[in-house]
């Protein structure tokens, strides 16, 4: 640089040099001048035509992103949710998991050998997933927890907003005759990447569209964002959840980045699961009913029979058994969540000996997830999915009769 300076330096008539002044403004415009590029540099990168290497039509690429659990990807991606959930504390890491941002980083060799980082302005958590288990480093507490199992049907967690994992886990849940359509490329992560839309008829569920961005050559997604529908099935302007990578690399991890190492200081614990509906669902499979708006239930996973799962698309039902106290908290909590929550009316039926028990029932609601509590003498249960208000209110119903046995 100071020998550019030097070049574009003057002189005087009379051989001299210029004023320090004048030496000092040229030496700042020449400055400013290569910061500004500098500074353009990402718009015309950014600006570049973007061309897939490989033509693939819609509904062959979605094909490619159904099929692409074994491809390997190192990567940091960045998760958005706009569901404006209330701060519930039963629920509290996944109402902020779908209401702000989250920064991910992540080493995926094949469905047994992932790890994720949940990254946070003063540490990180880990969750190391392996052939027998699993185990979860919080580096605020110092804490390695090794889990032996969590539910099929579980909570949201952080690794599932990965571009990877939550266009497979979403695309699942839709039906072969689902509409394909094609939508623009987009430069990702440095992948010039194809994307299409699948729009879901389902007229139960909220979800009205998802959109997926992918590598075309082997169908790894990218970017996905998801996009809710209303009464009518016209669909929101923008993504309820959107994630993309903005660093990506193709070749398979080291293998060492997938243990978890027990250092010295560091705290060890052990659990049968990390979720919370894997402990309450370790109850009798008769703690739910069979059948629920219509939908017969789903053949619960061994050790967990208490987790009732209705239907296989994207407007299944969950349906798990609460203890009464934790019942009473969380409506107490949906009460004081103005707009966001809304009471369910509900009638028990009679017990045997012609006796009705108290019922009540409320649900949080977001544009995209319903999460209704309902509580009958002293049994409760909670009842949730991406559904509309008819289906979750119907499901509701549905559980306070079926539980005529309760005192």
Do not use: C, H
Not at 120 to 127: A, D, K, N
């Amino acid at each position: 640089m100071t020998a550019i300076l030097d070049r574009l330096r003057p002189t005087r008539d009379d051989g001299a040099p210029p004023p320090i002044r004048s030496v000092r403004l040229r030496r700042w415009t020449v400055v400013a001048v290569v910061a500004a590029l500098l500074v353009a540099v990402p718009v015309v990168v950014a600006a570049w035509p973007v061309s897939p290497a490989v033509s693939v039509s819609p509904s062959e690429l979605r094909d490619r992103v159904a099929a692409s659990q074994d491809l390997p990807w190192s990567g940091y991606a960045e998760a958005t949710g706009g569901l404006n959930l209330p701060d519930v504390a039963q629920f509290s890491d996944v109402t902020s998991l779908l209401s702000g941002t989250s920064r991910l980083r992540g080493w995926y060799a094949a469905p047994d050998r992932v790890r994720v980082d949940q990254l946070y302005p003063g540490g990180e958590r880990s969750r190391y997933t392996t052939g027998t288990g699993q185990v979860v480093w919080d580096y605020g507490a110092q804490l390695l927890t090794y889990v032996r199992r969590d539910p099929l049907v579980r909570l949201p967690r952080p690794d599932d907003l990965l571009p990877p994992q939550l266009a497979r886990r979403l695309l699942s849940g839709t039906l072969p005759d689902d509409p394909v359509a094609a939508l623009p490329a987009r430069r990702v992560a440095g992948v010039d990447a194809a994307g299409f839309r699948v729009t879901v008829a389902d007229p139960r569920t909220t979800v009205g569209a998802l959109d997926v961005w992918a590598d075309p050559t082997d169908g790894l997604p990218v970017a996905v964002e998801v996009r809710t529908k209303n009464a009518s099935g016209a669909l929101a302007s923008g993504p309820a959840v959107g994630t993309r990578f903005l660093e990506l690399d193709r070749t398979t991890p080291d293998p060492a980045l997938f243990v978890a190492a027990q250092t010295p200081g560091v705290g060890v614990t052990r659990s049968p699961t990390s979720d919370l509906f894997g402990v309450l669902g370790r109850g009798s499979p008769d703690a739910v009913p069979g059948t629920v708006d219509g939908v017969d239930r789903v053949a619960p996973q061994r050790g967990f029979a208490a987790i009732g799962k209705y239907g296989t698309t994207l407007s299944q039902l969950i349906v798990v058994p609460l203890p009464a106290d934790i019942a009473g908290s969380l409506l107490g909590n949906i009460g004081d969540a103005g707009s966001a929550g809304r009471t369910i009316t509900v009638t028990a039926p009679q017990n045997a000996l012609g006796r009705t028990a108290n019922a009540s029932a409320g649900a949080l609601e977001s544009s995209l997830l319903r999460l209704a509590v309902l509580r009958v003498g002293n049994r409760a249960w909670a009842v949730g999915g991406l559904v509309t208000d008819d289906v979750l209110d119907r499901a509701v119903a549905d559980i306070a009769a079926d539980s005529a046995g309760a005192p």
